[in-house]
């Protein structure tokens, strides 16, 4: 391009800082809010090597983006990319305009990498145009009724951006030039002003995760309360809410939105950054009300599908789990089923609200050894197997897989719940109780390693109790079995279609273990929804224990699908799925498919008792 005049330098600085004002008159403001906000009680940058790789695999690799929606996902990653690519072009493009290029197309490097951005900017403008068209034309419902305009506008000036850098290879005259300039300075303002912030917020966001999936943040003392009010949010609760993208991803695999209820995962981010707009992070508005009702909040089945999916590092589970914990911590939750699950748990130690000789009479029935430190495992009962005749079942089942390993075990006489539905409920205080009773239970028994049937059991003593003392090692029955395939006979079975349990798939990443185990005696099949994208069977999060569902089931909605399979039997790994298709399967089937544990399944094939 020709030297620029000195009035068009002084028309292009001009420009450049009216454009620059524009991005920092809002992005500033973002910034101080996210700031105002209060720290977070127990963040460490460490494991930093671990920060590091999700960085670079989420962030710049857009590994996450890509695995979980392959085809818009590729071509958000080549806009991604032809972003950073184009970095350096617009460096140099903006020093042209003050008569200073410092990369030109005559030197090699300047050659080879033009051309690099030149087949970028192919990429991007086929990319962005693919975009639009799915956008505004085929409108997948998770991106919500309303089409926003602004992704329209941005859009179309990614799509100017990339032509007007290509036209400069046949015609690099001042019209491309200042065109392209035009497009950049009106871009660069909506940035801040638009969902597009998550294109400056995002790496950030994803750096500063709370470094593990449903990290639950412990409290701050005894005046933390959790989410009540805006003084309650913390900064990187408003770094994650101003760094959605509004893409719909959580939305498009949430189990109570998939079933009519109101809780919409993006509406809880996109409902935290409204509350930040009107009314700050030193507001004592509660922060269910206007933008989030306590509703949604209580119908989260704590799947963490939405966690999951979420391109950018939003972390809905401390956001919702922490706005219950503000409604119960503060009396403002009232719900009948709720008030007797916490009764059952402090008064009985279990959330069946059975006494616990109940459970005495079930382990004398079955002469299982109390575990006195002789044995190797500690058999973790939990509620279901403790107390529900299935998760009965269960445990009989699996303690004989483990009679016929030789692995020896024995039972906690005082095994209290471990505060699963507590702490998903937001009722730190039972939690509490309930995970300091059983550590020193576990202490005084000289307890060394636990097997459990149940993942929210594993779960909750590997992670959850963490903030009161380390517990002992604890493994699923799956991994535990699995670990002694070889040792298990062998059978031509059915055909089972098995379902990822959320706490064992998404939460622990077991997916291949079952399966191995299933495996030993029938003909393994998938549903649709599997692996990390499971749909949930309903129970987590305490709501096995709530009142009735609004709109349809979500055991319903799974069932259905893994009755569709045709399989004959319908492999569990979850005392709670158990529960839940235990119903929905007679419901949504004349003729339902067998319904039972991977324990059972294996138990079924061992030769009898001599
Ligand atoms: S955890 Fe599951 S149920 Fe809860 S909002 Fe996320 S996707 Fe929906
Ligand atoms: S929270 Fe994450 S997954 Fe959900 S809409 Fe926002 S960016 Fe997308």
């Not at 090699?108 to 799915?134: E, K, N």
């Not at 109790?465 to 535990?480: L, N, V």
């Not at 799925?577 to 319904?595: E, G, H, I, W, Y």
Request: aromatic share 12%; proline share 6%.
């Amino acid at each position: 391009m020709p030297a620029p005049s000195l009035v068009e330098i002084l028309i292009f600085l001009a420009l450049l800082a009216a454009s620059a004002c524009g991005f920092w008159w809002r992005f500033g403001k973002v910034l101080r809010i996210i700031q105002a906000a209060k720290p977070d009680p127990g963040f460490s940058l460490q494991p930093l090597g671990k920060r590091i790789w999700d960085f670079f695999s989420e962030v710049l690799l857009q590994s996450k983006v890509i695995q979980q929606r392959p085809l818009p996902g590729i071509a958000h990653a080549f806009v991604f990319w032809g972003f950073c690519a184009f970095a350096l072009v617009t460096l140099n493009h903006f020093a042209t305009g003050v008569g200073f290029p410092f990369l030109s197309r005559d030197g090699w490097f300047g050659r080879i990498y033009f051309y690099l951005a030149a087949a970028f900017a192919v990429c991007v403008a086929v990319s962005i145009s693919g975009l639009f068209i799915r956008r505004f034309f085929v409108r997948p419902i998770w991106l919500g009724g309303n089409v926003s305009w602004e992704s329209g506008v941005i859009a179309f000036l990614i799509f100017n951006l990339m032509i007007t850098y290509l036209a400069t290879f046949w015609y690099d005259t001042k019209l491309i030039w200042w065109a392209h300039t035009l497009t950049l300075l009106i871009f660069m303002p909506l940035i801040p002003h638009t969902k597009h912030l998550h294109l400056v917020l995002s790496p950030v966001t994803v750096f500063l995760s709370r470094g593990g999936f449903s990290q639950i943040p412990p409290l701050a003392g005894d005046e933390d309360f959790g989410l009540d009010t805006g003084k309650d949010l913390t900064k990187i609760v408003a770094l994650q809410a101003y760094s959605c993208v509004e893409c719909g991803r959580c939305t498009e695999h949430c189990p109570a939105y998939n079933t009519g209820k109101v809780l919409n995962p993006k509406e809880i981010a996109l409902g935290v950054r409204s509350y930040l707009n009107e009314f700050g992070p030193a507001s004592d508005e509660p922060l269910l009300g206007k933008y989030i009702s306590q509703e949604a909040a209580f119908q989260c089945t704590t799947c963490g599908a939405c966690e999951f999916q979420c391109p950018v590092g939003v972390e809905h589970l401390p956001i919702i789990i922490g706005l219950r914990r503000g409604a119960v911590n503060t009396g403002k939750w009232e719900d009948d089923y709720g008030t007797k699950l916490f009764l059952n748990l402090e008064k009985n130690g279990n959330a069946l609200g059975f006494s616990s000789m109940e459970r005495q009479k079930f382990i004398d029935k079955q002469q299982f050894p109390i575990f006195d430190g002789t044995q190797e495992y500690c058999l973790w009962l939990g509620c279901m197997g403790g107390y529900d005749p299935k998760g009965r079942e269960i445990i009989s089942d699996f303690a004989r897989v483990m009679d016929h390993l030789g692995a020896t075990f024995g039972v906690l006489k005082k095994e209290k719940c471990t505060g699963d539905p507590a702490r998903r409920l937001g009722n730190d205080l039972v939690f509490q109780q309930l995970a300091e009773q059983n550590l020193e239970t576990l202490t005084q028994s000289k307890v060394k390693k636990i097997v459990s049937i149940c993942p929210h059991c594993v779960r909750t003593i590997s992670t959850d109790w963490k903030e009161y003392g380390e517990a002992p090692p604890i493994e699923h029955h799956s991994e535990f079995m699995a670990r002694y395939k070889d040792k298990l006979p062998r059978a031509s079975g059915p055909k089972i279609v098995y379902h990822d349990p959320c706490y064992l798939g998404r939460y622990r990443g077991i997916y291949d273990e079952p399966r191995e185990v299933l495996a030993l005696s029938g003909e393994v099949i998938d549903p649709p929804r599997s692996r990390e994208r499971s749909f949930c069977c309903g129970a987590g999060g305490g709501l096995a224990f709530l009142g009735e569902e609004t709109g349809d089931r979500v055991s319903h909605n799974r069932a259905k699908e893994l009755v569709a399979t045709g399989a004959e039997v319908v492999g569990a790994a979850c005392p709670f799925c158990n529960t839940m298709f235990r119903d929905a399967l007679s419901a949504v089937s004349q003729t339902p498919p067998k319904l039972l544990d991977i324990a059972q399944i294996a138990a079924a094939s061992l030769p009898p008792k001599a």
